[in-house]
């Protein structure tokens, strides 16, 4: 009979305690990434500090959970409110930890610390997401390859694969279905309805100013129009107004590399006043994003090609479930917010504890 290992000496839930207390530790990192991979700050340096004061804060002002907790959410040398976000992190980041091992621990443990790994990078993507519109490719193309490292280390990871050759062989698999089958999805939802057509009142003014289009009746910022260089703003104008310069019934093409009036063409950088009369405005949209493409082939990666067809579904029944509720509650500026990141996320999740269940279920129904 052999020994078991050193590990399994020691109590089933004081390992519990330890992958809550991590999770702890490993959220306070996390919410270090929000707030500086979308700046392009360094998440090593320098050390944690008030924003608002830039205090440095000691190791015993940052001890995760308990600190924002007895500060009542205050920075100690300022005063600043610290938004909640930074504790609920820690604490989703502790509870999904611990869930983990619950779930792993006792059959898979090798698995427990994988899934936390994978967890720590959807909460990041989340966050960053809903408040950026992006997911940085340290997490999508990050993912992607420790996805291949995960599991050539831990080959069950990959359905239950015995050798790491087939673990690597399934993992390059979801790549290949994770990213494809988001990018057609992509490119056909681009093809039918890439663009959005706002018909004006005759005589209607347009300006494009430095950050936004102004319509008579709403602002659209151009970070909401323009996800690629080539997408382009198109309409026939009336008039067009410059400093300099002024044109009659001519087409105007603008996408964020260039503008064309007629047959001139410009630097928008360099255009100060652009104030046009037209009747209509077609502008680019997207239904996902290449940072979209990019994180559901990091999910193939750890969890397979049939994670993949389970993601994208519920993600997209999560998705359409919480536009059609904000548009119930009247809350049409959150309902046309164009993050897909989150919805991946929490499916993903759910097959994490037991989408492979649900799908059988049903499949049998």
């Known amino acids: 009979m052999t020994n078991p290992p050193p590990w399994q000496l020691v109590p089933f839930h004081f390992w519990s305690v330890l992958f809550f207390t991590f999770g702890s530790i490993v959220g306070s990192f996390l919410n270090v990434c929000i707030h500086r991979m979308p700046r392009g700050e360094s998440i090593v340096t320098p050390p944690s500090h008030c924003p608002q004061c830039n205090y440095s804060i000691p190791w015993h002002l940052n001890i995760p959970l308990v600190t ?45 610390p994988v899934y936390c790994l994978v967890l720590a990078g959807f909460i990041v993507a989340t966050f960053i997401d809903i408040e950026h519109f992006i997911i940085p490719d340290e997490i999508t193309l990050g993912g992607i390859a420790a996805g291949f490292v995960c599991s050539f280390l831990v080959p069950p990871l990959q359905n239950g694969a015995q050798t790491a050759a087939l673990s690597l062989e399934r993992c390059f698999e979801g790549v ?64 067009v107004e410059m400093v300099d310069r002024c044109y009659n019934r001519v087409p105007l093409r603008l996408s964020p590399a260039r503008l064309r009036v007629g047959d001139e063409t410009f630097n928008p950088e360099e255009v100060q006043h652009l104030e046009v009369v037209t009747d209509e405005i077609v502008v680019p949209r997207e239904a996902m994003g290449l940072g979209d493409v990019k994180f559901m082939a990091a999910i193939g990666a750890f969890l397979g090609w049939q994670a993949v067809i389970f993601t994208l579904m519920l993600s997209s029944i999560i998705g359409a479930t919480y536009g059609l509720s904000m548009i119930a509650l009247r809350k049409h500026e959150w309902s046309g917010r164009l993050y897909f990141g989150p919805f991946i996320a929490l499916a993903a999740t759910i097959w994490i504890f037991g989408g492979d269940q649900i799908a059988r279920w049903w499949l049998n129904h």
């Open 176 to 239: 290949i279905v994770g990213a494809g089958l988001v990018y057609g999805i992509l490119r056909l939802g681009k093809l039918l309805y890439g663009r959005q057509r706002f018909e004006r009142a005759p005589g209607s003014k347009v300006f494009f100013t430095e950050t936004t289009v102004k319509l008579p009746d709403k602002e659209i910022p151009y970070e909401d129009i323009f996800y690629r260089k080539s997408d382009t703003i198109v309409l026939e104008a009336k008039t």
């Open 68 to 112: 924002w907790l007895m500060l009542g959410g205050r920075c100690k040398n300022c005063g600043a409110s610290i938004s909640v976000r930074y504790f609920l992190v820690e604490l989703l980041t502790a509870v999904l930890f611990l869930s983990c091992w619950l779930a792993f621990g006792r059959r898979l443990p090798a698995l427990a």
